[in-house]
């Protein structure tokens, strides 16, 4: 039998110690035999036994520093789990519902009570035929038909639902998941449960005072929801990119310009609108202090006023493009005609013309062309600087034409969207028809951005080679 390591006889030096092996006869690592650990990764004792960093923490005492990897395993352990979609849709599109409501029942309720005339019950009930009305459902009142919606808590409302179409993408895990049936779904939930508040909103309107259909409500609401829900929704899954990639070129800059005119048409006219109102300031005025309710009632009033401020721009807008508007049946106002009858005393109808512009109609005409010269300058501008980013050649003639002719039916269907839902019936008789036509501002814009952009993208391209 062998002798084992045990059974053989060590050697030792003159000093009576076990000789030092050196590198190149070590047969193994050398155990520590006061700890019993070997060294395989040749560190040595003092090296293994020296003191973790420690942190101070407020009280004093002392806490092991963070390793690495320890940030990233904590992280998954505190990561909160997904919500299921019902739950998440339901909390989102109800604190949505609530803050696009609340303001409109304090502003109608704070109306009422200047005139003594109303209860809580009744201000809640008045708050909601309002906000149903914002959305664009139309009322039945004893006056007849109410269908002249507020943009302003229109805009409110849309703004809140894209935050839920964001808070319910994260909530459910598709943030940054660039998937355009997931944000589908998410939209259409949030839609689908916003519809349901609009109808049982319908139902609590009962009998007493306005009315609404419940089906038209539920209808409207839900379409209202789920298209601004899904602009949060493709925001944050980011499923938009990978679709204007795959869009050519020419599309993808030709609806951006078409975009940039019409929102330089609608500031044109917020601005034409505003002048307006500072002109006829003292007749608006009047108007407000005729009603005689008080400094509350006549706040009400002009918040209510300005919840119409965006219709009034987009009437002046058309103003500017041509076809003008009508504030009742058998009327109209445009630049070389105003015919219109007796109006009621509302503050809003004070910033109307008197009469035609006369000689400066043509200079007021140019407005909405040079609004396109300014998108078509901007067009060829961001095509050359994308180019020169990328250490391109310059876009041809027939891509910056191209994107630039795409830009006038954009802004025209955009412009004559925003006409049809900002008008509507203000009762019945010959109020029943308020508001631009919107085939025609569809038609008039197409035609001027469509030239605007082509001139302004020419004199860009021409001015920057020059």
Known sequence: ?????????????????????????????????????????????????????????????????????????????????????????????????????LPVAVVLGVARFAEDAGSIGAAARLGLAGWLLGHGVPLQTAAGPFGLAPLALAVLAAWRLAQAGVHVS????????????????????????????????????????????????????????????????????????PLARRTPAVLRDGVRTGVVAAFLLFAAGAGVAGLAVATGGGEAGDMIGAYRTGVLGQAGITLVSLGYAPNAAIWAASFLLGPGFAVGTDTVVRTTEVSIGALPAVPLFAALPEGPLGGLGGVVLAVPVLAGMGAGWLLARRMLLTAADRHASPPGWSTLLGAAAVGGPVAGVLMGGAAFFSGGPLGGGRLAEIGPSYWQVAAGATVVVLVGTLIGAVASRAVTRR
Do not use: K
Request: glycine share 14%; aromatic share 2%; proline share 12%.
């Open 1 to 101: 039998m062998p002798p084992t390591s045990a059974d053989r006889p060590r050697r030792t030096d003159a000093s009576g110690g076990v000789p030092d092996v050196g590198p190149e006869t070590s047969p193994g690592p050398v155990p520590d035999r006061r700890d019993g650990l070997d060294r395989p990764d040749g560190r040595d004792r003092a090296e293994r036994r020296r003191p973790t960093p420690r942190r101070a923490t407020p009280g004093g005492g002392r806490v092991p520093a963070p390793r690495p990897g320890d940030a990233a395993r904590s992280g998954e352990a505190r990561r909160p789990g997904r919500a299921p979609l019902p739950v998440a849709a339901a909390v989102a599109t109800l604190w949505a519902a609530v803050v696009s409501y």
């Open 170 to 241: 994260r909530a459910v895990g598709a943030r940054h998941h660039p998937n355009l049936g997931r944000a589908l779904i998410v939209a259409g939930t949030v839609g689908i449960g916003y519809g349901l508040l609009g109808a049982l909103a319908a139902i609590a309107l009962g009998d007493d005072g306005p009315t609404a259909a419940p089906l038209r409500a539920l209808l409207t609401l839900a379409t209202f929801g789920t298209l601004a829900a899904l602009v949060g929704a493709l925001r944050a899954t980011g499923a938009l990119g």
